[in-house]
């Protein structure tokens, strides 16, 4: 990739319209956006992927603020759950901030790509999950590790987690769907905020376009909570599991070419 491909000034037009897909995203699925936004950001805007990756971080902000009003004004989200997950995430994006400066560009781009084909597997699943039980001490210490493997990838990949928080909500502690994904809406906000400033500090995000598209994801956020409150999981995974299967083999498909 050319250094003009990369450093040139995306227009507003084409950046608007990933964060509109990314703020439907979060709202919808709990996810924060980075997932559309990164490979967005690699393949239609011409950014490095360490670029894309710190970012899809600061634009991940206010499109997960938009989701989680709209989940909890709908009573789904458990702050219980979220105030463990996000201690381990906070130190996790730390981590993970410090591993992009580390690991190659192709490494970035493949364990992207592995990361969604994993998702939308056990998204492809039916899960059944009727509330989660009483949080003990070991349920804490996993709570926090699964916050710690989120804050990670978000540092590292510039996700917001979701697509490690909502399934292991659902999975480990039997979290109901729709609640997961508030919950997951809420810990994505300490996360991308303490991402975002460790990437700005290594100068690793272009704050104009993460504004961008972060304000035209705000209004899709809020419709896709919305919806997401009455549609059904099983469609709703499987919808959002072709959707990330698509993108990670046109990533792959993009980091085979550079």
Request: hydrophobic share 55%; aromatic share 6%.
């Amino acid at each position: 990739m050319s250094t003009a491909a990369s450093t040139s000034t995306p227009s507003l037009l084409p950046t608007s319209v990933v964060g509109i897909g990314a703020g439907l995203l979060s709202g919808l699925f709990g996810v924060g956006g980075g997932i559309l936004v990164v490979p967005a950001l690699v393949m239609v805007l011409g950014f490095d992927q360490r670029r894309a990756s710190g970012t899809s971080l600061g634009a991940v902000l206010p499109i997960s603020i938009a989701s989680l009003i709209t989940h909890w004004s709908q009573d789904n989200v458990d702050w219980s759950v979220a105030l463990w997950l996000s201690i381990g995430a906070i130190g996790g994006a730390v981590y993970g901030t410090k591993l992009i400066h580390v690991l190659p560009r192709k490494t970035l781009g493949y364990m992207f790509a592995a990361v969604l084909v994993v998702t939308a597997i056990r998204l492809y699943i039916p899960t059944e999950a009727d509330g989660r039980d009483a949080i003990g001490f070991l349920t804490a210490v996993a709570m926090i590790a699964v916050g710690f493997a989120t804050g990670v990838l978000a540092g590292l990949l510039g996700i917001g987690g979701g697509v490690v928080m909502v399934p292991a909500m659902i999975v480990l502690f039997s979290e109901i769907p729709v609640i997961a994904k508030g919950t997951s809406a809420a810990v994505i906000i300490p996360t991308s905020i303490m991402g975002t400033i460790r990437n700005r500090k290594s100068k690793n995000i272009d704050m104009r376009v993460a504004a961008i598209v972060g304000v035209a994801g705000i209004p899709t956020a809020i419709v896709g909570g919305i919806i997401a409150d009455v549609m059904d999981d099983t469609v709703s995974n499987a919808l959002f599991a072709t959707l990330v299967l698509i993108v990670a083999a046109r990533m792959i498909n993009d980091v085979r070419k550079s």
